[in-house]
């Protein structure tokens, strides 16, 4: 049986997932007696990171959607089997920045990966690490781009190593991305929760914190050891 509690964050781009990510994490050391993990995807271990480079920069057409559904679930498991079983096995609360949703939205809904691909994928990939609760932080793609590129410029990155190659799609793909997550969210109305992520952090926090705390009732009760 698992231990700890497994939640992820989701959404398209510029919606301030890591912000939230570093606002809840803080919010749950303070108020639980448990270690929180705070992990992202693609990513969390070292192979998986070396994936994410492939993903996440160059070109758009560099990569099909499928290939980009496989590399992605390469990265993943890697990530289950190091870190966030082993992490949950162990009763810690772990938060991802992105999961398998990222997936079924970005390659499946919005992209042209055959679902029945992803669908297997998530049967034997994930398997039973589903998310307790996925936070889905919704906003118009115009808004959520136009955040990522002032953000970029602050940081002055040069071209060759943004991790932009998926901002750069088209707002067309970035539309049917958050139908995606709607989808989603519709598709699966026990572990998804849509908050509006078009406000100030702190007011996007509240609403993840009012999502979360029911959860924490079975970790205040179970001894983690
Ligand atoms: P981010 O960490 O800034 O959100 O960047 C990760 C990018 O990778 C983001 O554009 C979404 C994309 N992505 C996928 O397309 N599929 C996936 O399965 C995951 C985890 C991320």
Known sequence: ????????????????????????????????????????????????????????????????????????????????????????????????????????????????????????????VVGETVPDMTIILDIAPEKGLSRTRSRMEEQSQTRGEREDRFERFGLSFHRKLREAYLRIAEENPSRCVIIDAARPPEEVAADVWRAVAPLLERLKTEDPS
Do not use: W
């Open 1 to 124: 049986m698992r231990r700890g509690l497994f939640i992820t964050f989701e959404g398209g781009e510029g919606g301030g997932k890591s912000t939230q990510v570093k606002l809840l994490a803080q919010r749950l050391r303070e108020e639980v007696r448990r270690a929180v993990l705070t992990t992202r995807e693609p990513g969390g271990t070292e192979m998986a990171e070396r994936i994410r480079a492939l993903l996440v920069t160059g070109e758009p057409e560099t990569l099909s959607s499928t290939a980009e559904a496989l590399l992605n679930y390469a990265a993943r498991d890697d990530h289950l089997r190091r870190l966030i079983r082993p992490a949950l096995a162990a009763g810690k609360v772990v938060i991802s920045d992105r999961f398998m949703d990222s997936t079924r939205a970005y390659q499946g809904y919005a992209g042209d990966c055959p679902l029945s691909l992803i669908d297997a994928l998530e049967r034997d």
